[in-house]
Structure formats: structure tokens, C-alpha cells
């Protein structure tokens, strides 16, 4: 492989956020009285936080609701969201996560995160990573969310180097469609690599290092 830079995807890959996300998204759900389970959060996974919406008011039986009233929900779920995450800290960062990453910088490698996530840099800040990353593509420079690949390719220009020359790691199968619409090679750990969703399907973070 002709690598020289890895692109991460940040929740289920650097660090893990899904039951903050679940529990912000539940007290919204439960506030309008819409149901809302794990199995309708798993479909959130990868999704921007409007689409993610949309998903949830599928089973919404009220009035329709303005375009404004959903951007308030949004802001609701997020203003849960940050509170919950302000409970995070360098401790939600594994050993194995920081070896591998600082491994692979040792070999030269440009990295980035590319996440749908608005709140990526304060996550990152909050488990220590604040300004280790060579580039941030996130939610707040793009307009579509992943399977489009918009978020990939935004980390690719911002690190200087072509979509065949980086590597897209992935732990939901949305976001590996992505890096593959975008001409990305991709590796994927978690739910995605179970559904052989990459081009390299790893049982762990660490093994990165064989696949690079």
C-alpha cells in the first residue's frame, strides 16, 4: 500500500460516545413521546445529526413540524449531548487506541479525522488529543453526511494528499460506503468489519500496524 496519511473516523474507532448519543437522543425521544430504542439508535450511527432526526420522527405521529422546530430538537439532543460529554477524559482514550496512533506517526504517516460530528474537536479535547491530529474534517465543514463521502475527501485535501494515497478507518458500514465512493481504501474494525464492509475487516485498533 502506497499510504501516507490514515483518515479516522472518531466515535467507535478513537473513542466511544454511543450510549452519550443514545441517552441524549432517548430524553429528546421521550419529551415528544416518540419511541426510541437501541435498535433505532444503531441506525443513527454515522449520520449527521438532522438526518438522524428524521430517523427518530419516523414514528412522530403530530403536528408537522417546521423546519425551525427541528433545529431546535437538534440543538435540544446536542445541549444533552455535550453535557453527557463533559463527563469524558483522557481515561476514554485505550492504551492501544495512543500506541497505534503514535506508532503510525512514527513511521511518517499524516493523520486526520474525518467524522460527521459537530462535536468533534471537544471530544478530542476532552480525551487529550487536542492538536495531535495533522487535519479535522467534521461536521462543521460539511454539507452531506457519510455514505457520502464529502467528510473523507475534505480530510484528504486538507492533509495535502489524493484519495488513493490515504487509508479510511471505519467502524460503521455507512461510513466504509463512503470511504469506497470517494476512491478511499478502507480498513474497519467493529460492526463494519463483522459485515466484511472494508478492504481490510480487523478484529482490532492495534492491527492497524499489520495492515499499514
Known sequence: MNVKGVIFDLDG?????????????????????VYFD???NNRLRGVS?????????ERY????????EKESLAAKKN???????????????????????????AKGLKLAIGSSSKNAPFILERIGLAGYFDAISDGNNISRS??????????????GLAPAECLVV???????????????????VGD????????HNMSCFAQLLEVL
Open 170 to 188: 471505519e467502524d460503521a458500514i455507512a461510513g466504509a460506503e463512503a470511504g469506497h465512493a470517494g476512491g478511499f481504501e478502507v480498513a474497519c
Open 49 to 57: 445529526r438532522m438526518a438522524s432526526l428524521d430517523i427518530i420522527l
Open 13 to 33: 474507532v478513537i473513542c466511544f460516545t454511543d450510549e452519550y448519543h443514545y441517552l441524549a437522543w432517548k430524553e429528546m425521544a421521550d419529551g415528544m413521546g
Open 192 to 199: 463494519a468489519s463483522e459485515a466484511k464492509a472494508g478492504d
Open 146 to 159: 457519510k455514505p457520502d463521502p464529502e467528510v473523507f475527501l475534505k480530510a484528504a485535501e486538507f492533509l
Open 61 to 68: 405521529s403530530g403536528p408537522a413540524l417546521t423546519d425551525a
Open 38 to 40: 437501541r435498535e433505532i
Open 79 to 105: 445541549d444533552i449531548y455535550r453535557s453527557l460529554l463533559s463527563r469524558m477524559s483522557p481515561a476514554d482514550l485505550s492504551d492501544e487506541v495512543k500506541l497505534t496512533l503514535d506508532a503510525l506517526r
